[in-house]
């Protein structure tokens, strides 16, 4: 029996039955949100690669196998898929395409049988081996993209600060245990280079190399937001005033957030169909003060809907409101939301870990910017509602 041929045949059978079971697995939550272009990948690419190894007649394409690995990898990579899951997916390959050959691989020969199942197993082996050799280095290449975008925020930040020593203490604080984090463990997986010439543990290190760039990445947001801030205290932010589609903007910054509040189950709704058709304002900027209110909306809330709801009001003016089913604000707490460093917190638990209580701040000032006004109205276990207020046409 030729199963090279076997496996050739039934290439789209075990494609489409290995998709359906990585949709399904729930330990390969980042398949969730692919297309079906995007989870198959290279995958076609090494399955006809070991069409060839399993053929007598032809020669072994195993470059064609050690390419197609390596783009799967470095592709996963892009896609945030972790080293589990990208196991998990070959897990899945292997047990597929010895279950559709199943029956066929029964009524052959016993040496042909041996012979067929250690080339597909050394085959899917070398895939797995190439795919974390590619994935690594695109999380490696990933870390010093960001290293380098953090050498020059850390730049720009060291100038401003030595202009305003307004929380710098307290910005000290913030930054020690991302940035610790992000120093020991580049180190530790530095020293292990070093020491070997063939990493023997690869998911150790590629944990280690996860949380330098979740600490990276978190060490980046919070920079950033002190340099809008910074920026905003030291007047050095230019208006740029042109028409403006309000519905348009408010969708782009939905769809951009929908994944987020996807992941908590939270439902956006947009109820902008009185909002006005264009207004005259800085785009990016109340594109900045929708995006903070909404995601920070999401942030706060476990359960139930984000409302964004936009109308025209009288003299000249226009509104929005977000609305949340949140955690809510204690009154107490009302009068400070929108200082600097200021975190909500509940009688349960305390503020977010990823929270660095600049964005409410960041928001309050742009609002002022645009020469809009900025209310709040919450009940604590009820949730929060923030109006603000913008001329039709701002003035230059």
Known sequence: MDFSQLLAEKTDTILNN???AVRKDRRIESADDLSYTAIKNHIPDVLKALVTVLSKSQDNDIQSIVTASFQHGAIRAEQGFDP???????????TVIFDVLQSDLLSGIPSEIIRSMRLIDAIVDEAIARCFKSYVEERLRQSQELQASLTLHNQELTRLISANQDHLSQLAHELKHP?????????????????????????????????????????????????ELSRYDAGQIKIQLVPTDVRQLIDNVCEMLEPLAAGKNLQIVSDCDRAPEKIITDSFQ???IVTNLISNAIRYTESGTVIIMCQVLENQRWAIAISDTGIGIAPENQAQIFEPYFRVSSSDRSYLPDSTGLGLAIVSRLVKLLQGQINLVSQVGVGSTFTVIFPLEMKS
């Open 84 to 94: 589990a899951e990208i196991a998990r997916e070959y897990h899945l390959l292997r």
């Open 179 to 227: 940035l610790t984090s992000i120093i020991g463990y580049s180190d530790l997986f530095l020293r292990q280079q070093r020491r070997k010439t063939e990493i023997k543990d690869n998911f150790t290190n590629l944990e280690h190399i996860e949380r330098v760039l979740r600490n990276g990445r978190q060490l980046l947001h919070l920079i950033n937001n002190v340099l």
């Open 286 to 288: 109340l594109q900045q």
């Open 18 to 20: 290995w998709i359906a």
